[in-house]
């Protein structure tokens, strides 16, 4: 069974960049697509980037388009969502999700079926 750990959360101010990784062990990213969601405080877990590495493929939210950049190292068995111009709005604990969705899944949290514990971000104003 694949287990993720995400880490490289943290307190940033406005303007700043984080780089969020998401190691995988048990297992490898192989043959799946990764996920990033986040959850604000009071809010409902949401969408923020994804990519299908099989067509290389990426996805974000609109949100976060331009700004948010998902990436992959097989040799380190790791994806990485880096995080640029950040704004309070991004304050939230920021999952990474693996499965195997079709496309019209592959931004909601039913198309993932492994998860990680979650890393803090909060960015000041």
């Known amino acids: 069974q694949v287990q993720l750990v995400e880490s490289g959360g943290g307190l940033v101010q406005t303007g700043g960049s984080l780089r969020l990784s998401c190691a995988a062990s048990g297992g490898t990213f192989s043959g799946y697509s990764t996920g990033w969601f986040r959850q604000a405080p009071g809010k409902e877990r949401e969408f923020v980037a994804a990519g299908r590495w099989g067509t290389n493929t990426l996805y974000y939210a609109d949100s976060v388009k331009g700004r948010f950049t998902v990436s992959r190292d097989n040799a380190r068995n790791s994806v990485y969502l880096q995080m640029n111009n950040l704004k309070p709005d991004d304050t939230a604990v920021y999952f990474c999700?693996?499965?195997?969705?079709?496309?019209?899944?592959?931004?909601?949290?039913?198309?993932?079926?492994?998860w990680g514990q979650g890393t803090r971000v909060t960015v000041a104003s």
């Open positions: 999700a693996i499965g195997r969705p079709i496309t019209s899944s592959i931004r909601t949290m039913s198309g993932y079926q492994i």
